[in-house]
């Protein structure tokens, strides 16, 4: 009996302990599951952070991009009201890097700088075209200005402003080269001698200049498909002659129909980035 109380009290004893311990355990995973949850939750939070984080880094990596695009688009503003941006500048810089070193010098301003660029470039096409320079057809180029003269007997008969055939290949040639640079401007320009006319068709020289510098508009729109946004006709009478109206050979240097070539500045630069692409383009097929 005694044995047996001995036995049962241990018993009670190990059943107790066990018991304090499962508690104890009990307690611990409770508290591990808390401090898991916890945990849980400040990863979730730090992960939420990490997101703003990234967000708010993405935001200055688009602002700092955006930033040098507007850096590299930066505008400045010529004299003459043209817009310029760094983009064009650097490309103008690359055209300068072909023109005379003495020209080059003589450029003070950002102005100068462009009117050489755009010289270069249509003293380029000029010299590319097969238009012959002679008595009755002279080419000259003044700054950013290819003013090209024309006999009045080249292109019209006489007291008319009808264009006769063999204006034709040389309205092509023209046509050829107001074509080959889309950032150029055309001024037609018809210029008479003094005498007076007046007809049925034909007020007087007012009327025949400017019933030419249209006939020669229409023509360079209609057959040789020159743009007619680039064209401007513009009639000058007899207002603006080369030489004294006393010979018959000074009033036919007067008769004379006047080809302005403008260079378009904004669109010029505008095109310089298409003429690098399609070059390098065409480096890559060779």
């Known amino acids: 009996m005694k044995k047996i109380s001995v036995v049962l009290l241990v018993a009670l004893t190990f059943s107790c302990v066990s018991k304090k311990k499962y508690i104890a355990l009990e307690h611990e995973n409770g508290e591990i599951k808390s401090e898991l949850q916890k945990t849980r939750v400040e990863k979730e939070d730090l992960e939420a952070k990490f997101a703003r984080i990234e967000e708010r ?30 983009d064009a500048k650097v490309k103008m810089r690359e055209t300068l890097t072909h023109v005379d070193s003495e020209k080059l010098s003589q ?23 097969d238009l012959d320079t002679d008595d009755d057809f002279a080419v000259n180029i003044d700054g950013t200005v290819v003013m090209i003269s ?16 063999k204006a034709d290949p040389l309205l092509q040639k023209l046509a050829d080269v107001i074509n080959s640079e889309p950032s150029l401007d055309v001024m037609v320009e018809g210029h008479t001698d003094s005498r007076t006319i007046n007809t049925v068709n034909i007020a007087d020289n007012w009327d025949l200049s400017v019933l030419r510098a249209t006939s020669v508009v229409r023509k360079l729109q209609d057959r040789y ?21 006393d010979t018959s050979e000074n009033r036919a240097k007067n008769r004379r129909t006047r080809i302005i070539i403008l260079p378009n500045i904004d669109k010029f630069f505008a095109l310089m980035a298409d003429n690098d692409t399609a070059v390098a383009e065409n480096n890559d097929l060779d």
Not at 150 to 165: E, Q, V
Not at 225 to 245: H, M, W
């Open 57 to 86: 880094v993405e935001t200055y990596n688009s602002k700092i991009m955006s930033l040098k695009a507007e850096n590299d688009t930066k505008l400045d503003v010529v004299e003459n009201g043209t817009v310029v941006s760094n």
């Open 107 to 129: 450029a003070k301003t950002l102005k100068d700088s462009m009117n050489l660029a755009v010289a270069y470039n249509l003293e380029k096409v000029i010299s590319h075209s």
């Open 150 to 165: 024309i006999a009045d007997d080249m292109l019209f008969n006489t007291a008319s402003y009808k264009l006769s055939s």
């Open 225 to 245: 498909n020159v743009a007619p946004e680039k064209l401007i006709a513009a009639g000058r009478s007899s207002y603006q002659p080369l030489a004294d109206n």
